[in-house]
């Protein structure tokens, strides 16, 4: 009987509760809902009404024919909140199924950020060693600036971030997590 | 635009071939409403006209084959629905206009969501080129009741809204029932369009996957078949599924021999005058029920939600037991209390799987009853303390003693019963005893002042010659006083029964409790003539002060035929116990008698 797991919960109760420390971990759900009028604000009231964290949030139509839109939420919490966080989701009409991507060992999950690096001599040198590592692609070229796309996972995209700071980092814009299964079946 | 032309007379909705056929025909969008409504058997709509559902209630007056109650306040329309509601098991009907009849009906939505009571509730929008404009009457009611439904829709053509009602209509009463709000522009209500059938709609799943395999139903019966303490802690969603889940509740509580509590929304599940029954638990509750929740080595959940009003304490709730937990919601599982077993589904067919499992293992191996001798001896000495005991009175009505009388003189009536909310509605909870479900309508989850006066107007409309009577608090029942009107214009003879303590006495005995008794604006002051009152509206009033009179005036009561305000002058200090002090375990109950407030805790002050 393990659908649903059994640490010591951290209660939404008003009433306290002692429990130990329970590991908190991060998670990326996908929800599938039908794209229609006001789903994202369903899914985005539902988060804020029960003070839910949540980390990024990226929505686009996936299914044309379907009318169906993939929302790929990260949140954190203990197990259970997150289990929570999912049968909560899954109350709403519009949401078909919630997937819990992060359960599965074979999810892919990518980002894409554009970062804008002003500069000149050295730094901009470097700035344009450093993208080439990452397989960064400058997308818009000045005398003093750039415009980078880089694309990966959320770590990679971090690090391409803090590494920009020192090298003249202007502005930066994600798009938040996408994820994905390896492989031939779909979820 | 097609003018409203009224339905063929054959496009009924028993006739399947008339439906279809139907669908040909182009119809205004409040016909196509009506057309849906009559399909979905719709016999009564509480509502109140405005700008913008005028076309509505056009096609409604021509049609003549719905009721409409108008209410006074939007707010007493939908209370008066969940009346209906749960008084019948079918979903009540909401019509209000845009705007303020949208936003004055927010209350009484919410008071449905969060008690599982199915509604659809039906509002006007401004014309469709309007919307956005901030437009006369223009709120944004998807918005403001997004979190406040189930589900809710603007319907922006013709063509979709009998579809949509139909689909509104599955999703308030399938799966754990809810309130679902329609919005239609008034362009569309003229708008013409093509009918959709209920058979043809869409109607897309609320039921969760259901956990109830045989595995599952085998490991729960095991475990009540081992439990030396177990306890059955039962909710409203035994009587969301129906009166059969509640007959098959009792079927297996005595062929297992286990005791029965409740929360305050689940009574009447069980009866009352049974041996097994351990009355309410929770905050006010009995003291044999807290105690058993408290001590038991099994607990059964069944459609009942963890709130913090029944649990008290959280780490020190019920430390011992196991617990199962059976629940339509799969979001509430491991919400509050995290559980040992799961199960999902409708509480009815998992109580049938249950008791039929229950018996066949019984012809096999029958457990030995002798098991649960010790746990009903403690139970026993847990009744002996007489938790709802209180110092009786000669010369002044305790309002424990008003419920009592209450309960005596009504016992031979088909009774039905709501509350406000406030002291008189623990008293009503503990001193009045169901033995029926769908007999007791109280607000539980939001707890609205206001509740009772409109819940009666519409238990009493789907039951004309039930004696329906509102146990009321002098604070609460000017909330929704106005509905006195509607029961005059329609014939309803709902009666009130008014604790009257001139004071918000839930909220003075806080006081008393937590601010060292410290009134602050909680005196009913200017409270009045309930007796008048009653007379204006064209109703009658009574007003009894001495227990010598309280008999005679509630036999009068019970014969008028008409709306009744009875004022009943109870003493003014009395305090509701026992009471589980917030913050504190169930086995830390106050009875009543010299409390000082010093039991309750720095922390528990700051809890609701
Ligand atoms: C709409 C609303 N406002 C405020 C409250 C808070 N409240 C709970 S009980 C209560 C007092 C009720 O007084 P009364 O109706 O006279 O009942 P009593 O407790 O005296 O029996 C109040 C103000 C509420 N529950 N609902
Ligand atoms: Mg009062």
């Known amino acids: 009987m393990s659908d649903t797991p059994n640490d010591n919960a951290p209660s939404q109760s008003v009433y306290p509760v002692s429990s130990g420390d329970p590991a908190i971990y991060e998670c990326i759900l996908a929800a599938i809902v039908d794209n229609e ?24 139509e996936t299914d044309v024919m379907k009318h169906r839109s993939r929302i790929t939420i990260v949140t954190s919490g203990t197990a259970t909140k997150i289990s929570q966080i999912k049968a909560q989701l899954e109350r709403l009409v519009p949401v078909r199924r919630v997937i819990d991507v992060t359960a599965e060992s074979d999810a892919i999950e990518r980002e894409l950020a554009l970062v804008k690096v002003e500069g000149s001599g050295e730094q901009r040198l470097e700035a344009m060693r450093v993208a080439d590592i990452f397989r960064a692609r400058p997308i818009d070229i000045t005398h003093n600036s750039f415009v980078f796309e880089v694309t990966g996972t959320r770590d990679k995209v971090n690090a391409f971030i803090d590494l920009m700071r020192p090298l003249g980092l202007v502005e930066n814009s994600r798009t938040g997590v996408l994820s994905i299964r390896r492989g031939a079946e779909a979820n | 635009m097609n003018a409203i032309t009224p339905p063929p007379a054959q496009s009924q909705s028993d006739d399947q071939s008339a439906a279809t056929q139907a669908g040909a025909v182009q119809k205004s969008g409040a016909d196509l ?19 913008a559902v005028l076309p509505i209630y056009d096609a409604l007056d021509k049609r003549g084959t719905i009721k409409h109650i108008m209410v006074r306040h939007e707010q007493g329309a939908v209370h008066a629905a969940e009346g209906y509601a749960r008084s019948t098991g079918k979903p009540g009907i909401v019509l209000v ?43 944004d009611t998807i918005g403001i009741t997004r979190n406040c439904t189930k589900h809710n829709y603007m319907v922006d053509h013709a063509d979709r809204l009998a579809g949509v009602v139909h689909e509104a209509f ?15 522009p008034k362009d569309v209500q003229f708008e013409s369009g093509s009918y959709t059938a209920k058979a043809d709609a869409v109607a897309r799943p609320t039921v969760a996957k259901p956990l109830m395999d045989d595995e599952r139903i085998a490991k729960v019966v095991d475990m009540l078949r081992s439990a030396r303490k ?97 629940d339509i919601d799969p979001s509430s599982i491991n919400k509050n209390v995290p559980v040992d077993l799961p199960v999902i589904g409708d509480a009815g067919k998992i109580l049938a799987a249950l008791l039929q499992k229950w018996q066949s293992t019984e012809v096999d191996s029958p457990c030995d009853p002798a098991r649960l001798d010790g746990w009903w001896a403690e139970i026993a000495s847990w009744r002996g303390k007489n938790s709802f005991a209180y110092a009786k009175s000669d010369s002044l009505i305790k309002p424990q003693y008003a419920v009592e009388r209450l309960y005596e003189l009504t016992k ?35 707890g609205t002042m206001g509740y009772g006066l409109p819940a009666a ?33 329609y014939g309803l003879p709902i009666k009130i029964f008014i604790l009257n303590n001139e004071y918000l006495g839930m909220v003075r005995q806080w006081q008393e409790l937590l601010h060292d008794k410290r009134y602050a604006q909680s005196y009913s002051a200017s409270l009045p ?74 922390a528990g002050k700051v809890l609701v």
């Open chain 1, 37 to 60: 009028p006001g789903v994202l604000a369903r899914v985005v009231g539902l988060i804020s009404a029960r003070g839910y964290n949540i980390e990024s949030l990226t929505v686009a």
């Open chain 2, 33 to 51: 409403l009506l057309d849906a409504l009559e399909e979905q058997g719709v016999e009564v709509i509480f509502g109140y006209p405005g700008g």
């Open chain 2, 97 to 139: 206009t845009s705007g303020p009849g949208a936003t004055n009906a927010v209350t009484g939505l919410t008071d449905a969501l969060l008690d599982s009571i199915p509604l659809v509730c039906i509002t006007g929008q401004v014309a469709r080129p309007l919307i956005g404009t901030d437009a006369f009457q223009e709120c």
């Open chain 2, 170 to 184: 599955h999703i308030a009463t399938q799966g754990r029932p809810g309130p679902v709000l329609i919005d239609i």
């Open chain 2, 230 to 326: 177990p306890v059955f802690y039962t909710g409203g969603g035994v009587i969301n599924a129906g009166p059969r889940a509640s007959e098959t509740l009792r079927a297996l509580a005595h062929a297992s021999n286990v005791p029965v509590t409740s929360t305050l929304m689940g009574l009447g599940a069980f009866p009352a005058s049974d041996r097994q029954w351990l009355g309410m638990l929770g905050m006010h509750g009995s003291y044999e029920a807290n105690n058993a929740m408290h001590d038991c080595d099994l607990m059964v959940c069944i459609g009942a939600r963890f709130d913090d009003r029944v649990t008290g304490r959280l780490d020190a709730f019920s430390p011992g037991s196991k617990k199962i937990h059976i």
């Open chain 2, 412 to 446: 031979g009536y088909d009774t039905y019963i709501t509350t406000e909310v406030g002291q008189h509605q623990m008293w009503a909870a503990q001193h009045f005893h169901f033995e029926e479900p769908n007999r007791w309508m109280t607000s539980g989850g939001l």
């Open chain 2, 457 to 489: 107007l519409g238990v009493q409309e789907a039951h004309p010659d039930a004696l329906v009577i509102d146990i009321a608090g002098d604070a609460s029942v000017q909330m929704c006083i106005q509905e006195m009107s509607a029961a005059i214009q």
């Open chain 2, 529 to 602: 003539d309930f007796v008048k009152l009653a007379e204006a509206y064209g109703g009658e009033g009574f007003c009894a002060e001495h227990p010598d009179e309280l008999d005679d005036k509630i036999i009068a009561m019970i014969k008028s035929d008409k709306p009744v305000l009875f004022d009943c002058r109870v003493t003014k200090e009395e305090n509701v116990f026992p009471m589980i002090p917030s913050g504190a375990a169930h086995n830390d109950m106050l009875l009543g008698g010299a409390v000082t407030g010093e039991e309750i805790s720095a």
